[in-house]
């Protein structure tokens, strides 16, 4: 029965830009092999292009009648808005199981604040975004995870993050962050690496759930380069093609197999495990002192390098340059290895010769 219903498909051109008989040549030679009809009328402004057929024909009358953007307007597409509602339900559930996956996930290994402990800044601001776009009780009642993307959810499964990348200019807010909490240049060399250390949640998070990870690493390139772009189609009324539809079942077939093979729950040793190698990756990356800390912590810091502190700020003086080098801090330069200490680089020296 489904297969006998015709489908409309109707184009605007502009007249300045479009010629009646040329459209009718062009349309006799590439709409000939097909079971539709086509009418051009003229109205004021506009000619008015309709073809009407089967599913398959007006399918293959998106490839086979191309016209160039400018001048041309698709008024009508009965069978485009057929495939979107289709591939929507299917967009629809593939996102839900990878959000149901990666919230039960997350909260099994890091607990109800893993979004504010793993997820990246970009990402929430992101959801941020969104959510406020969105009105203020959907707001309140929806988690973060609901407000993020659909290539936002591949990249928390599989994405790699570094909270300082290696070519960063470090600044007077970021020595501050790191030299307020250090006691020695052991604990800032530590911290300047576990700053500087690519992360990635798949490999301390994700990839424990499955026996099978090759899978997923191919289910991953065919969501990217795939899934994605069809979705982009979808959700800003491109074309859509039958076979894209199709693709999208397949790949919604595959994300099921993968997730339904993974396991329901982790034993408490890989938990254990995971916690553990999370909370050493991010600790530091994503805490943030508040001011009663930042109190707490200046009992541990000298009065001369607070000093130096603000006279950096104000302005590099040279009261402020005596005042510097006669700390240890004075000392510290940035180099190929990271932040490193002058005079440590003077008993080295010594030591050769």
Known sequence: ????????????????????????????????????????????????????????????????????????????????????????????????ELRNFISKAMIEVVGFNWWDRLIPDKLKERAEEIAKSSNKKEEELHHPIEF????????????????????????????????LEKNSMDELRIDLAEKSKTVSIWDDVFSKYFDD?????????????????????????????????KELKKHRTKLLGVLGNAKPKLPARSISDAMKSISTVFENIKVQ??????????????????????????????????????????NLKLGNKGITNDSDSVDDDNEEE
């Open 289 to 330: 002192i508040n001011s009663d800390l930042a109190n707490a912590l200046a009992f541990q810091v000298s009065t001369e390098f607070q000093e130096s502190m603000q006279l950096l700020r104000d302005s590099q003086s040279q009261a402020f340059k005596e005042l510097f080098e006669s700390t240890n801090i004075g």
């Open 148 to 179: 993020t993307m659909f290539s936002g959810l591949i990249e928390i499964v599989t994405g790699k993050f570094t909270q300082w990348p290696k070519n960063k200019s470090l600044t007077v807010s970021d020595l501050e962050e790191l030299l």
């Open 213 to 245: 990870q090759k899978t997923w690493i191919e289910l991953e390139d065919e969501l990217t380069d795939r899934v994605i772009p069809i979705r982009n189609k979808v959700m800003h009324h491109r074309l859509l093609r039958i076979y894209e539809v």
């Open 1 to 96: 029965m489904g297969s006998n219903r015709e489908y409309l498909l109707e184009y605007w051109l502009d007249l300045r830009i479009h010629e009646k008989e040329e459209l009718e040549k062009d349309l006799a030679i590439k709409l000939q092999r097909f079971d539709v009809e086509y009418e051009i009328d003229q109205s004021n402004k506009f000619y008015v292009l309709t073809i009407k057929g089967g599913k398959n024909d007006v399918n293959a009358c998106y490839e086979r009648f191309n016209v160039y953007k400018e001048g041309v307007f698709r008024a009508r597409d009965e069978l485009g808005d057929e495939l979107r509602k289709e591939a929507y339900n299917i967009l629809s559930d593939i996102e839900t």
